[in-house]
């Protein structure tokens, strides 16, 4: 008995013209299978063939050719078929009627796809809000090591070291200065800019002796500073400094985003250290996260286990 119909059971026979397969064990003839096109009587009566979608092929290929099939009558559809076909004529399936478009299919990748695309708006929208509660999780459930601060931190000259680029300063004094004074009051020594810069000292040894007189040192970034060759002067000279004293005492803030090609490549090294770094938005949920962060960084100074090279 023949169970199953290979679909290239008759390529070697490409002159066939009669084939004979009643009364065998077939449910379905494979899609694609070769018929030649010298067949002109094909016999598959009293086989319980299967009447579904996988047929289907067969059946319209049956359709449009001159392949005389009878006893049609006899050549029925088994119980495996569907159920307004079970015993009835193979003549009786008509794919277009059982095999069209799944509507209930499509219709529920098209509901689905909606879905994710509403879902993916309003992460985006919240993603501030979400970064900012997976942090606090992210303390609650592994904490994280609690480093003891520099012994010296409180003789420090400066508590925190504000330098940015001149076009930057209507931010500081609108923005972080006001929120460094609501938020974290107890930082009253605070250098902003170059007005804490001794005059009675060369530029570049005013800028290494407030960095080293204080206890962390913000450069704040943006389109302004990226070419501006004395703020990439005050970047290379904290960063020596990060080198020397050993520890990460410099947290980078970007005001806006920058492109990638723009990036100083000092800044692009400090970066690939995962060396602090945050940036400002518009976006209330994205600032709770800003200063969070930041508060976070202005705690400890921890050591580094590698250098930069400068």
Not at 2 to 17: A, S
Not at 23 to 40: E, G, R
Not at 62 to 81: A, K, Y
Not at 155 to 163: A, F, K, P, R, S
């Amino acid at each position: 008995m023949l169970t199953l119909f290979d679909k290239n059971l008759l390529t070697d026979t490409p002159n066939l013209t009669r084939l004979y397969l009643h009364t065998n064990h077939l449910t379905t003839i494979s899609a694609n299978t070769y018929m030649p096109d010298t067949l002109v009587r094909l016999d598959i009566s009293s086989n319980p063939l299967t009447c579904d979608c996988s047929l289907a092929w067969f059946r319209n290929w049956l359709q449009v050719t001159n392949v005389d099939t009878s006893p049609g009558n006899e050549t029925l559809c088994s119980q495996t078929s569907f159920k307004q076909l079970v015993n009835l004529p193979l003549e009786a399936f008509h794919p277009g009627d059982f095999c069209g478009i799944n509507a209930p299919l499509i219709s529920g990748l098209i509901l689905g796809s909606v879905i994710v695309f509403l879902l993916g708006v309003l992460i985006y929208r919240k993603r501030w809000w979400l970064n900012y509660k997976i942090f606090l999780l992210k303390l609650f459930v592994v904490g994280y090591k609690q480093q003891e601060e520099d012994p010296q931190a409180d003789d420090y000259e400066y508590q925190l070291n504000i330098m940015c680029h001149d076009d930057d300063d209507d931010w500081v004094h609108d923005v972080l200065r006001p929120a460094l004074e609501e938020r974290m009051p107890h930082l009253q020594r605070v250098a902003y800019g170059d007005e804490a810069f001794r005059a009675t000292m060369y530029y570049i040894d005013a800028v290494y002796h407030i960095i080293d007189n204080s206890y962390k040192t913000v450069l704040l970034l943006s389109n302004h500073c990226a070419d501006d060759a004395w703020f990439i002067t005050k970047v290379r000279v904290a960063l020596e400094h990060v080198n020397e004293t050993g520890l990460d005492k410099v947290i980078l803030v970007f005001l806006e985003n920058i492109p990638d090609e723009r990036l100083p490549y000092l800044v692009r090294l400090f970066l690939s250290k995962d060396r602090p770094n945050l940036l400002w938005t518009e976006d209330h949920d994205g600032q709770d996260l800003f200063w969070a962060y930041f508060e976070k960084c202005m705690r400890t100074n921890p050591q580094i286990n590698h250098t930069l090279p400068i």
